[in-house]
């Protein structure tokens, strides 16, 4: 392809400055390559991002997403990135309502006590037993799988001899995950803790036979080889404030501002049109990395859209407190029951019902979701003064929402949905947690809510969904490629949550479409 008179050349331009961007920038930097990073925001990081929300209010919030598990720590260390987290002692809280009593499981601070909380729901230790069998067969299977997101992709059958385990195999990749969860637990609401892992950002049922469910649950258990998810210190802007740092003091060149609209390439070179408030420009690249979804990619090289078209089904919930609200079940202190992941109304028929019901076409009656609690675990994104009079910040994940309900009216259904997922919330509290919200400095309750077309507006996630399009199995199959990153075009390559073995904040899609291009993929 003939390169325009005057147009500087590169050897790779990345489209869109998120995590996944940066990785990639800052691989191919720091082994000498030319790097340009277009971002279409006036700031780099994408979905990871911290900011203050709301106006003069010194709390630094993980806007859209909160925890890390995925990361591996091999990119943390080949980058040298200044950046840390932190375990939760907690893993989970579950209030419910038991024989007409507050009641729930808290899982974590202690094997002991963990089987005692939930021998004290259950009536017996079966579901301990159970449980412990369970998370040991995810645990072997984590170690096993998670060193190969940072590999070429292996096929289905390598593996699966890596794995070496056919009841975690046919468990995880081959029966849909409620047949799993209904094999080995028996209690309602055990049963709906260990499957809103196989849920998040993903709308499906417990038996779905598209598997959807089952891929959404093997990346939620396998991240560190472990399963663990931690808290960023300093929040999720952390991480991509260190990746654009090591980046830029690699060399490379990240330019804010700047909307990519179109993407030309014969398959060798390419050029690379955008926009920014000086109007439009053009750079020539041996290769481009786009950072954005599948449907995007293919708006900016003229091919067809992939199919269907994606959809994100979450609530995402920002909420500052001037204090955690006192639980029902006084059995548990607010700082241990936040202190992890506290679920709501998801008991596993009650999330049955609620996909019924929105695939229906309905707003959930009773709307599953989840709450972290950053500031228990990270008070640095407080600042001092919030800090010392005992402020904390909620962040809440909504489940089964498609992005379909808020067609209709989007500001109208989200007031609705709000106005009944913190219902669900406050059937557990002893006070209404809008008694507990800060206010800003225009008197305003601290707190926002984003619905999938929100995230579609303001991040451009394909129909709101948080992974681009359905999680990929993490294995090869026909047309993925040697590292899940190449497409129809050779030079072209995928660095987004929608490649395969992307999804949530890794960073597994950047460092393999940068070792692709090390390799010398379209050359």
């Known amino acids: 392809m003939p390169v325009n008179e005057g147009t500087r050349t590169y050897d790779a331009v990345i489209v869109g400055g998120g995590h996944n961007g940066l990785v990639a920038a800052a691989y191919l930097a720091r082994a000498g390559?030319?790097?340009?990073?277009?971002?279409?925001?006036?700031?780099?990081?994408?979905?990871?991002?911290?900011?203050?929300?709301?106006?003069?209010?010194?709390?630094?919030?993980?806007?859209?997403?909160?925890?890390?598990?995925?990361?591996?720590?091999?990119?943390?260390?080949?980058?040298?990135?200044?950046?840390?987290?932190?375990?939760?002692?907690?893993?989970?809280?579950?209030?419910?309502?038991?024989?007409?009593?507050?009641?729930?499981?808290?899982?974590?601070?202690?094997?002991?006590?963990?089987?005692?909380?939930?021998?004290?729901?259950?009536?017996?230790?079966?579901?301990?037993?159970?449980?412990?069998?369970?998370?040991?067969?995810?645990?072997?299977?984590?170690?096993?799988?998670?060193?190969?997101?940072?590999?070429?992709?292996?096929?289905?059958?390598?593996?699966?001899?890596?794995?070496?385990?056919?009841t975690a195999w046919r468990a995880l990749f081959e029966d849909p995950i409620g047949i799993t969860i209904e094999e080995n637990f028996t209690d309602d609401l055990v049963r709906g803790v260990v499957l809103t892992d196989a849920l998040i950002g993903t709308f499906s049922d417990a038996h779905d036979p598209s598997l959807a469910q089952n891929r959404c649950f093997l990346y939620h258990v396998i991240g560190g080889g472990t399963g663990a998810w931690d808290v960023p210190v300093g929040g999720m802007g952390a991480l991509t404030d260190a990746l654009a740092d090591a980046a830029r003091a690699a060399g490379a060149v990240l330019t804010t501002g700047a909307e990519v609209v179109r993407v030309d390439t014969d398959g060798r070179a390419a050029e690379v049109t955008y926009r920014t408030a000086d109007g439009e420009r053009v750079a020539a690249a041996r290769h481009v990395l786009?950072?954005?979804?599948?449907?995007?990619?293919?708006?900016?090289?003229?091919?067809?859209?992939?199919?269907?078209?994606?959809?994100?089904?979450?609530?995402?919930?920002?909420?500052?407190?001037?204090?955690?609200?006192?639980?029902?079940?006084?059995?548990?202190?607010?700082?241990e029951a936040f202190a992890g992941t506290f679920h709501i109304a998801e008991g596993y028929e009650q999330l049955a019902t609620a996909h019924a019901q929105a695939a229906a076409g309905r707003l959930p009656a009773a709307p599953p979701s989840e709450i972290y609690c950053h500031s228990l675990t990270d008070p640095s994104i407080l600042g001092p003064e919030l800090a010392g009079r005992g402020f904390q910040t909620l962040t809440l994940f909504g489940l089964h929402t498609p992005a379909r309900l808020f067609d209709r009216d989007n500001d109208a259904v989200r007031d609705e949905l709000?106005?009944?997922?913190?219902?669900?919330?406050?059937?557990?509290?002893?006070?209404?947690?809008?008694?507990?919200?800060?206010?800003?400095?225009?008197?305003?309750?601290?707190?926002?809510?984003?619905?999938?077309?929100?995230?579609?507006?303001?991040?451009?996630?394909?129909?709101?969904?948080i992974f681009h399009q359905p999680l990929s199995w993490p294995y090869a199959d026909e047309g993925t490629g040697r590292w899940g990153v190449e497409t129809r075009h050779a030079n072209v390559l995928l660095c987004g949550a929608g490649a395969v073995r992307g999804g949530g904040v890794s960073g597994v899609p950047g460092h393999n479409a940068a070792m692709a291009v090390l390799e010398g993929a379209g050359e």
């Open 290 to 335: 786009v950072n954005a979804s599948p449907r995007e990619l293919a708006a900016l090289t003229g091919d067809t859209p992939p199919e269907p078209a994606a959809e994100g089904a979450q609530l995402k919930v920002n909420m500052l407190l001037t204090r955690l609200p006192r639980l029902r079940d006084t059995s548990v202190d607010p700082r």
């Open 33 to 166: 390559r030319s790097v340009l990073v277009l971002e279409r925001l006036g700031t780099t990081g994408g979905a990871a991002v911290s900011t203050r929300p709301f106006a003069g209010v010194d709390a630094r919030l993980s806007r859209y997403s909160y925890l890390v598990s995925l990361l591996p720590s091999k990119i943390v260390d080949d980058l040298g990135l200044d950046f840390r987290v932190r375990g939760r002692t907690i893993s989970s809280y579950t209030p419910v309502e038991r024989d007409g009593q507050p009641t729930g499981l808290l899982v974590g601070g202690g094997g002991t006590r963990t089987r005692e909380a939930f021998a004290r729901l259950t009536g017996g230790g079966r579901e301990y037993e159970a449980w412990q069998r369970f998370y040991d067969m995810t645990g072997r299977l984590a170690e096993r799988v998670f060193p190969t997101l940072t590999e070429p992709l292996p096929s289905r059958d390598e593996l699966r001899r890596r794995v070496d385990d056919e």
């Open 418 to 465: 709000l106005a009944a997922t913190l219902a669900q919330l406050d059937a557990h509290l002893a006070e209404p947690i809008t008694d507990c919200l800060a206010t800003d400095a225009d008197g305003r309750p601290c707190i926002e809510a984003k619905t999938p077309l929100d995230l579609e507006r303001d991040l451009r996630l394909p129909g709101g969904n």
